[in-house]
């Protein structure tokens, strides 16, 4: 599946955003999504994931309670959306997709998008 993110850029500390991730199958249904985020010389860390029905969101403990994952099936998109952004969320954004649940590391989801700068300002 070819995934098309959007949605990042420049926002004060505190401020939200939101992220979106198109994906070009009609069968979008049939995958998991997440979303991952990548420093300069860091592996991408896992943000958080949905599962396909758009239940059981599951977070990394740096976010949660503030990032909320989402899904419309209908639109063949998954949102991220973030609040109370802080300095270090400054990353590039990246959502990914996987037919099941292997891990939360980088190499156990099989499509990627392009990625969106998030840049937070203190």
């Known amino acids: 599946v070819q995934l098309q993110a959007s949605g990042g850029g420049l926002v004060q500390a505190g401020g939200s955003l939101r992220l979106s991730c198109a994906a070009s199958?009609?069968?979008?249904?049939?995958?998991?999504m997440a979303w991952f985020r990548q420093t300069p010389g860091e592996e991408r860390e896992f943000v958080a994931r949905?599962?396909?029905?758009?239940?059981?969101?599951y977070y990394a403990d740096s976010v949660k309670g503030r990032f909320t994952i989402s899904r419309d099936n209908a639109k063949n998109t998954v949102y991220l959306q973030m609040n109370i952004l802080k300095p270090g969320d400054t990353a590039i954004y990246y959502c990914?997709?996987?037919?099941?649940?292997?891990?939360?590391?980088?190499?156990?989801?099989?499509?990627w998008g392009q990625g969106t700068l998030v840049t937070v300002s203190s």
């Open positions: 990914a997709a996987a037919p099941y649940l292997k891990g939360l590391s980088e190499y156990d989801w099989d499509d």
């Open positions: 199958r009609h069968t979008f249904r049939n995958f998991l």
């Open positions: 949905i599962y396909w029905s758009g239940g059981s969101p």
